[in-house]
T-cell receptor
Framework: DAGVIQSPRHEVTEMGQEVTLRCKPISGHDYLFWYRQTMMRGLELLIYFNNNVPIDDSGMPEDRFSAKMPNASFSTLKIQPSEPRDSAVYFC?????????????FGDGTRLSIL | SQKIEQNSEALNIQEGKTATLTCNYTNYSPAYLQWYRQDPGRGPVFLLLIRENEKEKRKERLKVTFDTTLKQSLFHITASQPADSATYLCALDDGNNRKLIWGLGTSLAVNP
């Protein structure tokens, strides 16, 4: 069974550049989550989708961040322009159900470094 | 707002012993509480889910308890092995059953 697939695994870029992170959820899962993880703040939910529709984006830090889910098998998280404080590990997760009373399945993340 | 507290200090134990990790919350009692394992460079992996009306849940060497009076969940690994070394995260629902709130995790090291 293929799990959640994220790309790239690592991204190093200079501040001001556009960054696009990609995620393929587990087939059949109807919820998709984007998280950011740092040592200081832990896992923070940025946005989640249900059936490709964004439900809650209250965790998105600011307008520089945007996320889309054009179909059930693909989602992107975009940062434009990027800043050094965006450096973190970004995870995508999917679940069958809300992910509160069901397990969430995570990808292995994208480690983002903004210089 | 809800706060989750997990031991920030790493837990070091000897192989074969029982590891006990703590997850405390400060506000409302969640309807659901989940435990995950995270290895370096990997995403969290789901281990167990416990509901507010359940006192205890077991899966092989793992046991989770949920005490709504103490506002605490305990996570036990019996007969621990070096392969159990990882960071363990607890997460609970936000009170509206819409999303999870996560603790910072506790690092466990099992020494051979």
């Amino acid at each position: 069974d293929a799990g959640v697939i994220q790309s790239p695994r690592h991204e190093v870029t200079e501040m001001g550049q556009e960054v696009t992170l990609r995620c393929k959820p587990i087939s059949g899962h109807d919820y998709l989550f984007w998280y950011r993880q740092t040592m200081m703040r832990g896992l923070e939910l940025l946005i989640y989708f249900n059936n490709n529709v964004p439900i809650d984006d209250s965790g998105m830090p600011e307008d520089r961040f945007s996320a889309k889910m054009p179909n059930a098998s693909f989602s992107t998280l975009k940062i434009q322009p990027s800043e050094p404080r965006d450096s973190a590990v970004y995870f995508c997760a999917s679940s069958s159900g809300t992910g509160v009373n069901q397990p969430q399945h995570f990808g292995d993340g994208t480690r983002l470094s903004i210089l | 707002s809800q706060k989750i507290e997990q031991n920030s200090e790493a837990l070091n134990i000897q192989e074969g012993k029982t590891a006990t990790l703590t997850c405390n919350y400060t506000n409302y009692s969640p309807a659901y509480l989940q435990w995950y394992r995270q290895d370096p460079g990997r995403g969290p992996v789901f281990l167990l889910l416990i509901r507010e009306n359940e006192k205890e849940k077991r899966k092989e060497r793992l046991k989770v308890t949920f005490d709504t009076t103490l506002k605490q969940s305990l996570f036990h690994i019996t007969a621990s092995q070096p392969a159990d070394s990882a960071t363990y995260l607890c997460a609970l629902d936000d009170g509206n059953n819409r999303k999870l709130i996560w603790g910072l995790g506790t690092s466990l090291a099992v020494n051979p």
